[in-house]
């Protein structure tokens, strides 16, 4: 994967996390991986077609994203990730997508986004037929977010 068809998706994940859920979000290296490990996470799933195809899998903590949901529903406190609460999660990931989308278009790249879908489990394991996974990381608040693109050209 070329490292420019990244910069959309860093650019995308920091500017909407910070704005829409209100938070300070700080950017890692991003690395390779062969699978998306959830654990006790969630895991939002967005496919996307176009010039360049693929799924982009957002993980989060469980406390992060009460936290986030909370923050996008003007405070509301968020004790369980009820349906409302997972649809706030959705959107957060609909808006990091469709905004990295905007951004491809200036690389070239021509992509529509599906409907979010929404994993949460225990020790889930999503793998793909891509050769490699490349994860981008930020942190918030001694927490995780993990935008990992599964991405074929």
């Given amino acids: 994967m070329k490292e420019e068809l990244v910069k ?3 650019k995308s994940g920091k500017e909407i996390i910070s704005q829409v859920a209100n ?4 950017q890692k290296d ?3 991986k062969k699978e998306v490990v959830l654990k ?3 895991g939002i799933i967005i ?3 176009g010039t360049l195809k693929g799924q982009v899998v957002i993980s989060l903590t ?3 994203a009460k936290k986030i949901a909370s923050n996008m529903m003007g405070g509301m406190p968020v004790a369980v990730l009820d349906e409302m609460a997972k649809s706030a999660i959705c959107e957060l990931g609909n808006m990091i997508l469709g905004n990295a ?5 200036d690389f070239g790249a021509s992509v529509d986004i599906t409907p ?17 996974i490349m994860c981008v990381p930020f942190e918030i608040e001694e927490n995780q977010i993990e935008l990992n693109l599964l991405l074929e050209k």
């Fill in 8 to 10: 959309p998706f860093v």
């Fill in 101 to 105: 989308a905007v951004g491809l278009y």
């Fill in 116 to 132: 979010p879908s929404v994993l949460q489990g225990n020790h889930m394991v999503y793998t793909s037929s891509s050769p490699e």
């Fill in 47 to 49: 496919g996307m077609t």
């Fill in 40 to 42: 006790d996470n969630i």
């Fill in 23 to 26: 938070i300070e979000v700080t």
């Fill in 62 to 64: 469980e406390d992060i």
């Fill in 30 to 32: 991003f690395y390779f």
